[in-house]
T-cell receptor, first 115, second 109 residues
């Protein structure tokens, strides 16, 4: 079974530029998550989708970050404009449902460096 | 105060040692608990779920204390391949996951 796919794997941009990340979850997984992981810290949830609806985006900096999951499958996360503090690994994960005990399967992440 | 706090680490232990990690959580409504493992520059992967009665998987034992709001992970007979960062994860009944910052373990020959 194919895992969670993410692209690009690495991205270097200058501050104030825009960047977009793509995620393809495991087939059949209804729930998709985007996390930000800063070096030395645990993943922080940015947004959680159930099919194509948003379940939780309370920690998404909405002035610069946006995410969508059209048709309830693939998802994109965009940052516009980027700041130095956005340098981090952006992890996408999926689970079969958004139930309490569901296992999350993570993609390899996109490493973003903002100069 | 963070919602999920872990031992700061790092833990450096010899092969064969027993090591224990603790994790505390602040939301008393938390419903499910997990330990994930993250290797250097890799994505997190589920190590084990944590049940109220405690559970064991080979050399790994996880325990939950709801009254004191902490979970623990015990690794017996440490192997070099156990070297990784161990992330404590707490889910609310709405399915929201909060990760701790992780504890790094290095097992040395």
């Amino acid at each position: 079974e194919a895992g969670v796919a993410q692209s690009p794997r690495y991205k270097i941009i200058e501050k104030r530029q825009s960047v977009a990340f793509w995620c393809n979850p495991i087939s059949g997984h209804a729930t998709l998550y985007w996390y930000q992981q800063i070096l030395g810290q645990g993943p922080k949830l940015l947004i959680q989708f159930q099919n194509n609806g948003v379940v939780d985006d309370s920690q998404l900096p909405k002035d610069r970050f946006s995410a969508e999951r059209l048709k309830g499958v693939d998802s994109t996360l965009k940052i516009q404009p980027a700041k130095l503090e956005d340098s981090a690994v952006y992890l996408c994960a999926s689970s079969l449902y958004s139930g309490v005990g569901e296992t999350q399967y993570f993609g390899p992440g996109t490493r973003l460096l903002v100069l | 105060r963070k919602e999920v706090e872990q031992d700061p680490g790092p833990f450096n232990v010899p092969e064969g040692a027993t090591v224990a990690f603790n994790c505390t959580y602040s939301n008393s409504a938390s419903q499910s608990f997990f330990w994930y493992r993250q290797d250097c520059r890799k994505e997190p992967k589920l190590l084990m779920s944590v049940y109220s009665s405690g559970n064991e998987d080979g050399r790994f034992t996880a325990q939950l204390n709801r009254a004191s709001q902490y979970i623990s992970l015990l690794i017996r007979d440490s192997k070099l391949s156990d070297s990784a960062t161990y992330l404590c994860v707490v889910n609310t009944n709405a399915g929201k996951s909060t990760f701790g910052d992780g504890t790094t373990l290095t097992v040395k020959p």
